[in-house]
């Protein structure tokens, strides 16, 4: 019968996490289903006025709105993505095999004919890139760098960010990669519960040639919407900067004060040679060596004691016993004293003891002993020989030096979009590189303020009403809310990243990993099980033991009801993964009521 459990249990494990399988099959069918809403939303949106999309005129180093001849600018990467060297998976490569398309959005069209770079591919490596006509040198300028990110089937793993790459000789478009230098990494960036917008620029260290990375302190939220999304960043000569999302100021500071690690080391470090001395005494408070344990203080005094003033209650029932047998248990028909012995009926509460205060022998509570002190301590006094805390002395810093214009940055040659995402259609637009906030503004006044508006109106005439407590991605999903669509999401989820990276669908979807390796581990125990009972001796028969025939026929109607309550859960399957789902759930259960059928009949 062991050999029977662990078998049922891997199988009923393996259904629940591949019964969405068979699902995929079916949800072409639920395509053709959809198909009729979509049509009721392209009439509501129909009526929504578009204006049409008209270059902009304005002037800066770097301004791409992807017209016409916007692959005369810009290049796919045909590079292999580099690994650390210092991770376990060193000897991989990735190649970036995403593939990029200019296309208008297909969701929340806000200007007609406009366009924008969109990735086309999940789950994949994506990189391109495209040199400025001249190099941009920021010394002792203002840098504005400004887009927008168009999220049209959200985001739940990715990044959606850009780079701004440094000026050199062997910049080629077609070798770009995440080992290619860059001064300035700006824009959003989303997986499970980080949510962010990177601002991170590398800096120079003066003394050793070396470029460090520098992260800006609490980074504000990415905004997640299918609207669009204005990104923008403003550093300043003074070493200010600002980070702007639609417009809105979200984070402010300096880069001398608000980025980690800080650009300047400290002029002071601790002189690692000095050693506190032996006779050092850093203890601040000692115990008073005049006190004395008090003589009345008895350390073995029990935290509790009997309540001596406590009376047994008048109506408690001395002579009764806490249970009785069952009086309405019979013994069964098919019960053989000789092979099963003799039969005992089961025991219930005594309703008795419920009418009164209590059944049997009374005995007082316990109550909180008043003489109870607990261990004796003696009190602490102030030390006379306390020195304070001790801290090596401070020497001058040998690494330090001071750079006051970081905001100087080193000179930038190209642009370029170096991401790995799990959702596809993510669009990028209207690019502004330059010097002047004024220009961005009027850039963002004659897209971003005429699209956003429209889109918001668009999404509000065209969404249902959204369903309560509903979450917006498998990484928010909770198991007791749904366990079967928990399982279906994730797993689609682990398979979709596994199929590009497994190490990476381990670490971002543990759930399912563990759960196949259980069944994986499962699967072996029978086997095992199997092998085992081949080769054994037959044991010795056990006489089984009878159960009572009122326990027997409340299995059976709990077997009954959850047949029936299963049976109600298939019908009510709304969509063709929640029915193969529910098949398997339907089967499973009375397979399992089966089994125990059997077992009872031993």
Same mark, same amino acid.
């Given at each position: 019968?062991?050999?029977?459990?662990?078998?049922?249990?891997?199988?009923?494990?393996?259904?629940?996490?591949?019964?969405?399988?068979?699902?995929?099959?079916?949800?072409?069918?639920?395509?053709?289903?959809?198909?009729?809403?979509?049509?009721?939303?392209?009439?509501?949106? /129909?009526?929504?006025?578009?204006?049409?999309?008209?270059? #902009? #005129?304005?002037?800066?180093?770097?301004?791409?709105?992807?017209?016409?001849?916007?692959?005369?600018? @810009?290049?796919?990467?045909?590079?292999?993505?580099?690994?650390?060297?210092? =991770?376990?998976?060193?000897?991989?490569?990735?190649?970036?095999?995403?593939?990029?398309?200019?296309?208008?959005?297909?969701?929340?069209?806000?200007?007609?004919?406009?366009?924008?770079?969109?990735?086309?591919?999940?789950?994949?490596?994506?990189?391109?890139?495209?040199?400025?006509?001249? #190099?941009?040198?920021?010394?002792?300028?203002?840098?504005?760098?400004?887009?927008?990110?168009?999220?049209?089937?959200?985001?739940?793993?990715?990044?959606?960010?850009?780079?701004?790459?440094?000026? =050199?000789?062997?910049?080629?478009?077609?070798?770009?990669?995440? /080992?290619?230098?860059?001064?300035?990494?700006?824009?959003?960036?989303?997986?499970?519960?980080?949510?962010?917008?990177?601002?991170?620029?590398?800096?120079?260290?003066?003394?050793?040639?070396?470029?460090?990375?520098?992260?800006?302190?609490?980074?504000?939220?990415?905004?997640?919407?299918?609207?669009?999304?204005?990104?923008?960043?403003?550093?300043?000569?003074?070493?200010?900067?600002?980070?702007?999302?639609? $417009?809105?100021?979200?984070?402010?500071?300096?880069?001398?004060?608000?980025?980690?690690? *800080?650009?300047?080391?400290?002029?002071?470090?601790?002189?690692?040679?000095?050693?506190?001395?032996?006779? @050092?005494?850093?203890?601040?408070?000692? /115990?008073?060596?005049?006190?004395?344990?008090?003589?009345?203080?008895?350390?073995?005094?029990?935290?509790?004691?009997?309540?001596?003033?406590?009376?047994?209650?008048?109506?408690?029932?001395?002579?009764?016993?806490?249970?009785?047998?069952?009086?309405?248990?019979?013994?069964?028909?098919?019960?053989?004293?000789?092979?099963?012995?003799?039969?005992?009926?089961?025991?219930?509460?005594?309703?008795?003891?419920?009418?009164?205060?209590?059944?049997?022998?009374?005995?007082?509570?316990?109550?909180?002993?008043?003489?109870?002190?607990?261990?004796?301590?003696?009190?602490?006094?102030?030390?006379?020989?306390?020195?304070?805390? @001790?801290?090596?002395?401070?020497?001058?810093?040998?690494?330090?030096?001071?750079?006051?214009?970081? *905001?100087?940055?080193?000179?930038? $040659?190209?642009?370029?979009?170096?991401?790995?995402?799990?959702?596809?259609?993510?669009?990028?637009?209207?690019?502004?590189?330059?010097?002047?906030?004024?220009?961005?503004?009027?850039?963002?006044?004659?897209?971003?303020?005429?699209?956003?508006?429209?889109?918001?109106?668009?999404?509000?005439?065209?969404?249902?009403?959204? /369903?309560?407590?509903?979450?917006?991605?498998?990484?928010?999903?909770?198991?007791?809310?749904?366990?079967?669509?928990?399982?279906?999401?994730?797993?689609?989820?682990?398979?979709?990243?596994?199929?590009?990276?497994?190490?990476?669908?381990?670490?971002?979807?543990?759930?399912?990993?563990?759960?196949?390796?259980?069944?994986?581990?499962?699967?072996?125990?029978?086997?095992?099980?199997?092998?085992?009972?081949? $080769?054994? =001796?037959?044991?010795?028969? #056990?006489?089984?033991?009878?159960?009572?025939? =009122?326990?027997?026929?409340?299995?059976?109607?709990?077997?009954?009801?959850?047949?029936?309550?299963?049976?109600?859960?298939?019908?009510?399957?709304?969509?063709?993964?929640?029915?193969?789902?529910?098949?398997?759930?339907?089967?499973?259960?009375?397979?399992?009521?089966?089994?125990?059928?059997?077992?009872?009949?031993?």
């Amino acid at each position: 019968m062991r050999f029977h459990a662990v078998l049922a249990s891997a199988l009923c494990s393996s259904a629940s996490l591949f019964g969405h399988v068979r699902a995929d099959e079916l949800d072409d069918l639920a395509a053709d289903s959809s198909t009729t809403s979509v049509a009721q939303s392209s009439t509501s949106t /129909a009526s929504i006025d578009r204006p049409t999309f008209t270059p #902009t #005129t304005l002037k800066a180093p770097f301004l791409e709105q992807f017209t016409d001849d916007w692959d005369s600018r @810009w290049s796919p990467s045909h590079a292999k993505k580099e690994q650390d060297k210092t =991770s376990e998976k060193s000897d991989e490569e990735w190649a970036y095999v995403g593939e990029w398309a200019v296309e208008e959005p297909h969701t929340l069209k806000g200007i007609a004919g406009d366009k924008g770079l969109v990735v086309k591919q999940k789950a994949a490596h994506h990189a391109i890139s495209a040199k400025f006509p001249r #190099t941009i040198d920021n010394t002792g300028k203002t840098l504005v760098v400004q887009y927008e990110v168009k999220l049209q089937n959200g985001l739940e793993c990715g990044g959606a960010y850009l780079k701004l790459l440094k000026d =050199s000789k062997a910049l080629h478009a077609e070798e770009f990669s995440n /080992a290619s230098p860059y001064v300035i990494m700006f824009g959003p960036d989303k997986c499970g519960a980080t949510n962010k917008v990177h601002f991170i620029f590398k800096h120079q260290n003066p003394k050793t040639g070396d470029y460090e990375e520098k992260h800006v302190k609490s980074p504000p939220m990415a905004r997640i919407s299918k609207l669009t999304a204005l990104y923008t960043l403003i550093v300043k000569p003074d070493q200010t900067f600002e980070m702007k999302i639609d $417009g809105a100021s979200v984070k402010n500071g300096t880069l001398l004060d608000d980025f980690m690690p *800080a650009v300047n080391p400290p002029p002071q470090i601790d002189d690692l040679e000095d050693k506190k001395p032996e006779d @050092w005494v850093d203890q601040a408070k000692i /115990a008073d060596p005049s006190a004395k344990k008090p003589k009345d203080w008895d350390e073995d005094a029990p935290y509790e004691v009997v309540d001596e003033e406590a009376t047994k209650p008048s109506n408690w029932l001395d002579d009764e016993p806490t249970v009785i047998p069952d009086p309405e248990a019979q013994k069964p028909e098919d019960w053989d004293d000789e092979e099963d012995g003799d039969w005992v009926p089961p025991t219930v509460p005594n309703p008795k003891c419920e009418d009164g205060a209590g059944c049997g022998e009374w005995k007082p509570p316990m109550t909180r002993n008043p003489a109870y002190k607990g261990k004796w301590t003696a009190a602490l006094i102030d030390n006379p020989a306390f020195k304070g805390a @001790w801290a090596p002395r401070k020497i001058a810093n040998p690494a330090y030096f001071e750079d006051k214009t970081p *905001a100087d940055f080193e000179p930038m $040659g190209a642009i370029g979009f170096e991401i790995w995402t799990m959702q596809n259609d993510i669009l990028f637009d209207n690019i502004y590189i330059g010097h002047s906030i004024e220009d961005a503004e009027a850039l963002k006044a004659q897209t971003f303020d005429i699209k956003h508006p429209i889109e918001k109106k668009e999404e509000a005439s065209s969404m249902p009403e959204p /369903a309560k407590d509903k979450a917006s991605s498998p990484m928010d999903l909770k198991f007791r809310d749904d366990p079967l669509h928990y399982v279906r999401e994730k797993f689609d989820l682990f398979v979709t990243i596994a199929r590009t990276n497994p190490w990476q669908a381990v670490r971002f979807v543990p759930e399912i990993a563990a759960g196949l390796a259980a069944i994986a581990l499962a699967v072996i125990a029978t086997l095992v099980g199997v092998l085992s009972m081949g $080769g054994a =001796s037959t044991p010795a028969v #056990t006489p089984a033991v009878k159960v009572p025939v =009122s326990v027997k026929q409340a299995a059976e109607k709990d077997k009954e009801v959850a047949v029936e309550a299963t049976d109600q859960i298939f019908d009510g399957a709304t969509t063709g993964a929640e029915k193969v789902q529910a098949e398997v759930q339907r089967r499973t259960t009375r397979s399992s009521a089966v089994v125990v059928e059997k077992n009872e009949r031993i």
